[in-house]
């Protein structure tokens, strides 16, 4: 298994981390954060093209979350579908980066679960 001795690598996807939870109460720095795994994927090495690949799917399940949510919220469902979508969000971003401290690939970069 490779570990993350690129620490410029480390710095990037850590800062999309912080992006990504800031996103919660200000949706365009998340957006930011998006934008910049993008375009920061693609010179990677592989241990932080799964954190990428990770952060990327989380923002647009994330996005499904809400999407649902925001039509769903006039019938209490929605409500709860949305409180739902943030829990996942939380924990997904905490065990993301616990492994980036752990120095370690993302163990399952394209799954939905937490």
């Known amino acids: 298994m490779e570990t993350n001795s690129d620490e410029s690598f480390t710095g990037n996807v850590r800062l999309i981390y912080i992006l990504y939870l800031v996103g919660i109460v200000m949706p365009l720095v998340g957006l930011v954060g998006l ?3 993008y375009v ?3 010179d990677a090495p592989v241990w932080a093209k799964t954190h990428y690949r990770f952060l990327i799917r989380t ?3 994330y ?3 809400l999407v649902v949510g925001i039509f ?3 019938i209490i469902i929605g409500w709860f579908v949305l409180l739902a979508g943030l829990i996942w969000f939380i924990i997904r971003m905490v065990k993301g980066i ?3 401290q752990t120095g370690v690939p993302h163990p399952d970069p394209t799954g939905w679960m937490i």
């Open 35 to 37: 934008i910049f795994a």
């Open 40 to 42: 920061k994927k693609g």
């Open 59 to 61: 923002f647009w399940i």
């Open 63 to 65: 996005m499904l979350f």
């Open 72 to 74: 769903t919220s006039m």
């Open 98 to 100: 616990s492994a980036l």
